[in-house]
């Protein structure tokens, strides 16, 4: 009796996980809804910043990412775009790629915003981003003068 | 065998040094105020087509191929891609190849591409000063090696930052006697 029982337990939980495969997952409602950790990782790569005008407000993003030692491989000031990379030194073989983008906000004010990426995985820790600002901001503030 | 394996373990062994850790990512290193002064060069004029098309024309005589240019960042890229070839690094294959009695041959570099990224910049309001960075690199790719029974394909890459003052120095002598003007350094 026993033996049967234990025989059936084993055949209803081994059904019981065959089952769930069959059911298609339901794409929610949310499904392209921002998550809490997206807009986390936003907030960390966006910074707003006291310049009037763009172009200048690019070459001080420029700048700051030749003090880095990052190579621009692409900069379209209409759309307020950057793109540069580097190697992570010493570590010849390890790239660290960076998109910067520069809006007008309100006034006399603009946001920049950053994405690093380290090896194609990425960065998702606030300590680089906000190193990236700090050298941003000094460069931002050479330009300005 | 045994030895094959420990020279191969030591050729690979600059491949294992830690990573950078996070918090020293997109940080200044204390070496970058150097690289600066090495790479820039500031010049009196307001006319920064001028600037830019001289850079361009260095460039090319230094046999670079304009890859890209922006003419509103000031911004342009050359490359030029030559044989990286080193007789030095084929006696090292050859006798690293015989003290690990053929278990190893070390992959030599076959190939590179020299790369310029430039900007050319107003550094005052009324924009009579300009400065002209530029950051030359190279990108190396390997030729197939082997260590034990291990094969190692060929094109792995390398990347570095060319840091000889003389090449930065070159360029600039030359740039500015295109545009007849003196070249300040910072």
């Not at chain 1, 763009?54 to 000031?77: C, H, T, W, Y």
């Not at chain 2, 850790?21 to 920064?48: G, V």
């Amino acid at each position: 009796m026993e033996h049967k029982q234990a025989v059936w337990i084993a055949l209803l939980f081994t059904g019981g996980l065959f089952l769930q495969a069959c059911a298609p997952p339901q794409p929610g409602p949310n499904l392209l809804a921002p998550t809490a950790a997206q807009m986390k990782l936003r907030s960390y790569q966006s910074r707003s910043f006291e310049a009037t005008d763009p172009s200048q407000a690019m070459r001080g993003v420029v700048a700051a990412l030749q003090d880095l030692g990052f190579i621009i491989e692409r900069a379209n000031e209409p759309m307020g775009l950057v793109t540069a990379a580097r190697f992570a030194e010493p570590n010849y073989t390890d790239v660290m790629g960076i998109t910067v983008t520069v809006r007008s906000q309100t006034e006399g004010h603009m946001m920049i915003r950053a994405n690093a990426i380290y090896n194609n995985k990425p960065i998702e820790d606030p300590k680089v981003y906000q190193n990236f600002f700090a050298t941003l901001e000094r460069s931002l503030f050479i330009t300005k003068e | 065998m045994v030895w094959g394996t420990l020279l191969a373990l030591l050729a690979l062994n600059n491949g294992c040094t830690t990573p950078t850790q996070p918090a020293e990512l997109l940080q200044l290193s204390p070496e970058s105020s150097q690289n600066r002064a090495m790479q820039i060069r500031i010049f009196e004029t307001s006319n920064e087509n001028e600037l830019l098309s001289a850079s361009a024309a260095v460039l090319q005589d230094l046999g670079l191929q304009i890859e890209e240019s922006v003419r509103q960042m000031g911004f342009l890229r050359a490359t030029k891609e030559r044989s990286a070839r080193e007789y030095g690094q084929d006696f090292t294959r050859f006798f690293m190849g015989l003290l690990s009695l053929g278990n190893f041959r070390m992959p030599v570099d076959l190939h590179q591409k020299i790369a310029a990224v430039l900007i050319a910049r107003p550094i005052n309001q009324d924009g009579t000063k300009h400065e002209v960075r530029i950051m030359f690199y190279r990108v190396v790719w390997q030729g197939d090696g082997q260590a034990d029974r291990q094969y190692i394909p060929p094109g792995e890459q390398k990347m570095e930052m060319i840091r000889d003052p003389l090449i930065y120095q070159e360029f600039f002598f030359k740039l500015s006697k295109a545009v007849f003007l003196e070249a300040f350094t910072i």
